[in-house]
């Protein structure tokens, strides 16, 4: 049985989304809220996580569009 290779998913917790972002805390959850930016995934009763290629995309996403 051939079956494909993928990459493990990444999950990130909210220091390192602040890192690669430069936005605090304050900033991610209001655009979590929004809809503005990727969601956060729920690992366990108060821990949340990113998805790191979901952050990366969004970052990359905003360096394309300004030109």
């Given at each position: 049985?051939?079956?494909?290779?993928?990459?493990?998913?990444?999950?990130i917790a909210l220091p390192e989304v602040i890192k690669i972002?430069?936005?605090?805390?304050?900033?991610?959850?209001?655009?979590?809220?929004?809809?503005?930016?990727?969601?956060?995934?729920?690992?366990g009763p108060r821990a949340v996580r990113w998805v790191k290629?979901?952050?990366?995309?969004?970052?990359?996403?905003?360096?394309?569009?300004?030109?």
């Amino acid at each position: 049985m051939n079956t494909p290779k993928t990459q493990p998913t990444e999950l990130i917790a909210l220091p390192e989304v602040i890192k690669i972002t430069g936005f605090k805390t304050t900033k991610i959850y209001d655009m979590v809220n929004k809809g503005a930016f990727p969601k956060k995934v729920r690992v366990g009763p108060r821990a949340v996580r990113w998805v790191k290629a979901e952050v990366l995309g969004w970052v990359n996403e905003r360096m394309a569009a300004r030109g």
